[in-house]
């Protein structure tokens, strides 16, 4: 079983940084599809990144392109969102998420297979 934690949301002003950790506490595989959605109130969850700890390119929705950059630590079963330049609606409950096998694109919430329990992003500006 995976089992996803969370850390390192709170809150930054505008225009401000923070890096989120997700890592996976449980059984470990070859590889995951593992990476970051969010859902602020009143709104769908979204995809934010996804990347294989196997190895490979991260994908990332040009929305956030150059601004959110997924990174993985493999030894340390760990995945990052580095999130720069923060802006109001970045706010929001980001999840961790997992998927067993490789993903060749941005994950889809429906295909998720894990989900960590969400960490709180609020900004202020």
């Known amino acids: 079983q995976v089992q996803l934690v969370e850390s390192g949301g709170g809150s930054v002003q505008a225009g401000g940084s923070l890096r989120l950790s997700c890592t996976n506490s449980g059984n470990t595989y070859s590889n995951l599809c593992m990476g970051w959605f969010r859902q602020a109130p009143g709104k769908e969850r979204e995809a934010v990144a996804n990347?294989?700890?196997?190895?490979?390119?991260?994908y990332v929705p040009d929305s956030l392109e150059g601004r959110f950059i997924i990174s993985r630590d493999s030894d340390k079963n760990t995945v990052y969102l580095q999130m720069n330049s923060l802006k109001p609606e970045d706010a929001a409950m980001y999840y961790c998420a997992a998927r067993s096998g490789w993903c060749s694109s941005l994950l889809k919430s429906a295909l998720v297979h894990y989900w960590g329990k969400g960490t709180l992003v609020t900004i202020s500006s």
């Open positions: 990347i294989n700890t196997g190895g490979g390119s991260p």
